[in-house]
């Protein structure tokens, strides 16, 4: 009875004046999958460059010889920022583990500040321009009595787990970085 119903639907669908649809080849019902070929890469000549935008409609526009290096245009270019801007001030957030208290700790570049048993020398404190996402890193030796290295290294402030101070009573975390 479905089958029938079906018949009819499908008549119904499709008049006898209009196309039926394409037959749709099934793999498994008799037929093997092919693999379909990748796509052609762009060839691109010597000084041009891949564009992400779409090429307009069309053949296809030739390319003028080049005798040598690509030329730059007659347009001035913008000027490029600074991967990272110096600061002056770091702010670091310690945490004493054994009374759970955490303070703020505010250092100029190459000053020292003590934190329980641990010295910090901020060596360096830089930030992301305006014009990149928000970011802060700060180069900083951290040392403890019996020992002379506790941390020496860069610590940023989006990825804190990359830096950590390994410190069984104390932990120092960047914070900020302030002109």
């Given at each position: 009875?479905?089958?029938l119903a079906?018949?009819?639907?499908?008549?119904?669908?499709f008049?006898?004046?209009?196309?039926?649809?394409?037959?749709?080849?099934?793999?498994?019902?008799?037929?093997?999958?092919?693999?379909m070929?990748?796509?052609?890469?762009?060839?691109?000549?010597p000084?041009?460059?891949?564009?992400?935008?779409p090429?307009p409609?069309?053949?296809?526009?030739?390319?003028?010889?080049?005798?040598?290096?690509?030329t730059?245009?007659?347009?001035p270019?913008?000027?490029?920022?600074?991967?990272?801007?110096?600061?002056?001030?770091?702010?670091?957030?310690?945490?004493?583990?054994?009374?759970?208290?955490?303070?703020?700790?505010?250092?100029?570049?190459?000053?020292?500040?003590?934190?329980g048993?641990?010295?910090?020398?901020?060596?360096?404190c830089?930030?992301r321009?305006p014009?990149?996402?928000?970011?802060?890193?700060?180069?900083?030796?951290?040392?403890?009595?019996g020992?002379p290295?506790?941390?020496?290294?860069?610590?940023?402030?989006?990825?804190?787990?990359?830096?950590?101070?390994?410190?069984?009573?104390?932990?120092?975390?960047?914070?900020?970085?302030?002109?």
């Amino acid at each position: 009875m479905h089958l029938l119903a079906a018949s009819v639907l499908a008549l119904l669908a499709f008049p006898a004046h209009a196309q039926a649809p394409p037959a749709i080849n099934v793999p498994g019902q008799g037929q093997q999958a092919q693999p379909m070929p990748a796509p052609a890469a762009p060839q691109l000549q010597p000084g041009q460059f891949l564009s992400t935008t779409p090429p307009p409609p069309g053949p296809p526009a030739p390319v003028p010889p080049s005798s040598g290096p690509a030329t730059p245009s007659a347009a001035p270019l913008a000027p490029v920022q600074a991967d990272w801007v110096a600061q002056r001030t770091v702010e670091l957030r310690a945490t004493d583990k054994v009374m759970a208290r955490t303070t703020t700790l505010t250092a100029q570049l190459g000053e020292t500040i003590r934190f329980g048993p641990l010295s910090v020398v901020v060596r360096d404190c830089v930030i992301r321009p305006p014009d990149r996402p928000q970011d802060a890193a700060a180069f900083l030796e951290i040392s403890a009595p019996g020992q002379p290295s506790v941390f020496r290294g860069w610590m940023l402030l989006s990825l804190p787990q990359l830096a950590l101070v390994e410190h069984p009573t104390h932990d120092i975390r960047l914070a900020a970085c302030k002109p």
